[in-house]
Each structure stands twice: as structure tokens, then as C-alpha cells.
């Protein structure tokens, strides 16, 4: 029996960048947190603790700063690819890179100019895989938290001796998605991708007559391939935050779905893929990102 190396990266993950653009008395604030990874010809510090071939992952934060400061940020998209590229093509030894960057929202104050309150959890992401001379992107978003009322429903599964869950016609469906879409062809507008796919999520969310979160799921990936042509496929990641019905019976108090109790865990994880049958196979680009 031998044993061998398998697949293997490094690099630095989650360094915290904030840029300040002044344009006279206006700025503008990026917050983004970005993680660098390298891959190729590694196998000697791996076995030897030979380095000739390792770039430091404090080499690696640095670069995120000094190109911050070297050219705007601009899209997150852009920026990873710049960073992803610089790696590949200054490194001998490395054939492959990826970038994760996570924006982070700020709003201006009303009527100042440089003051910001943050906004919510919900964070726009990119994910840029350099090979060569080759790039895939996927983007996406993550903590968008939704809710609606009602519309939804869930009722004709399998009942056994465990089950207690009760059928409903009605209820509260709530979730925090986490979508991530693989981009296809060329001179993309980064920016107006995401308003518009980010757009196409939401409608189709409130949209959707709902008999099942998964039902939801397919309908809002089908909803994002049918009105956008750019992007291949879309990866959905929708846990089922739960809200019950309280039972005011005990008071004498009826409950019309007005009153519930919002529980965080445990919780139902519902999680899939939509994508064009006849989508490009991206191969590592797309499939060595975690499955959502």
C-alpha cells in the first residue's frame, strides 16, 4: 500500500478590508471580507517542509490591501478576479487560485455625507476560481432573511408512529436563504446582475403559492434561469424557520394565526440545485465549493 498526497490548498482566510472613497466631501464605504487560496505544484512542503514554492499567506493579505489601495475595489467580482489572476500569473509554482469575498452593507445617514449606519446581516459574495488562464465566477448572496404571512401551506406527507406534526393550509413560511449562481459568457454588469437576479428571488418568494419550502426552492432557481440568460445554474440553501401557532385555548383565547412562537432550532434544512440541462460542466471551478 502507498500513501500519497490528495488535493490540497492554502491561504489566508477572512481578512477584514474597509475602503474609504473620497470624492470631495462625498465617500463611499466597501466593507468586504476576503479569503485567498492557492493550489498547484505543493507536494514539497507537504512532504519535506521544503517552502521554495510557498507564497506566505501573510504575502496574500498584504496583496489584498495593497490592491485596495492600488486601484478601486469596484465589484467584488472584478476585484477577485484581478487578485485571483495576480497569484497564478506571478507565482511559477501556483497553476490554481481562489477568492471568497463577502460585502458587507453600509447605508448613508440622511443628509450627511460621510456617515453610515450598518445595514443588515444579509451579505452579497463571489466566488472566482483562476486556473491558468482560465475563470469561472459565482456569486450570490447569503442571511436574506424573508418572510410572508401566508400562501403557504404543507399537508399530505407520510404519517408513522412518530409523527406529530399537524397538517397546515396556512401558515407562516420564513427563511434565510443562501443562493449562489455560476455565471456563463462574457462582459457581465456585475452590479446590475445582482440587483436583478436579487430582485427575481424575492418576487418569486412572495409570488409562489407555497405547499412545500422545497416547492418554493425550485420555483424561485427556475424563476432566476428563465429571466436571466448569463447565469448557468443556481444553488439554494433555505432553512425552514419554524413558527408555531400558540395554544390559547388554556385562557380561553381563540388563535387565529395570530400569535406564534419563533423557534430557531431545531430547524428543517432545505437545499437544492436548478440548472440548465444543457449548462457547461465548469468541473472543479463550481464543484469543489462546498454543496451550498
Not at 443588515?120 to 424573508?146: I, Y
Not at 406534526?165 to 443562493?179: C, F, G, M
Not at 439554494?236 to 388563535?255: A, I, R, T
Amino acid at each position: 500500500m502507498a500513501i500519497v498526497l490528495g488535493p490540497n490548498q492554502y491561504g489566508k482566510a477572512e481578512n477584514r478590508l474597509v475602503t474609504v472613497t473620497r470624492d470631495g466631501d462625498v465617500h463611499t464605504i466597501k466593507d468586504l471580507t476576503v479569503s485567498t487560496s492557492l493550489r498547484g505544484d505543493l507536494a514539497e512542503t507537504h512532504l519535506t517542509g521544503d517552502n521554495a514554492a510557498v507564497l506566505a499567506t501573510d504575502t496574500q493579505k498584504n496583496t489584498v490591501y495593497a490592491f485596495a489601495k492600488e486601484a478601486p475595489v469596484g465589484e467584488i467580482e472584478d476585484f477577485a478576479l484581478r487578485l485571483g489572476r495576480h497569484f497564478v500569473s506571478s507565482q511559477e509554482a501556483i497553476t490554481g487560485a481562489r477568492v471568497l469575498i463577502d460585502e458587507h452593507s453600509w447605508n448613508r445617514i440622511e443628509e450627511n455625507d460621510h456617515s453610515f449606519v450598518q445595514g443588515s446581516n444579509e451579505k452579497r459574495t463571489t466566488a472566482v476560481t483562476v486556473e491558468g488562464d482560465q475563470a469561472w465566477v459565482v456569486s450570490g448572496l447569503k442571511d436574506l432573511v424573508v418572510l410572508k404571512s401566508t400562501g403557504s401551506e404543507f399537508h399530505g406527507y407520510p404519517r408513522d408512529k412518530y409523527t406529530t406534526l399537524k397538517e397546515v393550509t396556512d401558515r407562516i413560511l420564513a427563511t434565510s436563504v443562501t443562493a449562489r449562481w455560476r455565471y456563463q459568457g462574457s462582459g457581465i454588469d456585475w452590479a446590475k446582475s445582482f440587483a436583478e437576479i436579487r430582485a427575481v428571488l424575492l418576487r418569486t418568494f412572495a409570488a409562489k403559492h407555497s405547499l412545500s419550502l422545497q416547492q418554493t426552492l425550485y420555483a424561485m432557481g427556475e424563476a432566476v434561469l428563465e429571466e436571466r440568460p448569463e447565469v448557468a445554474e443556481v444553488r439554494l440553501s433555505m432553512p425552514n424557520k419554524h413558527h408555531f401557532v400558540v395554544d390559547l385555548s388554556p385562557f380561553g383565547l381563540e388563535n387565529d394565526n395570530e400569535v406564534f412562537y419563533a423557534a430557531d432550532r431545531p430547524y428543517g434544512l432545505i437545499e437544492g440545485t436548478v440548472l440548465r440541462d444543457d449548462a457547461e460542466d465548469p468541473g472543479q471551478a463550481w464543484y469543489s465549493l462546498p454543496a451550498f
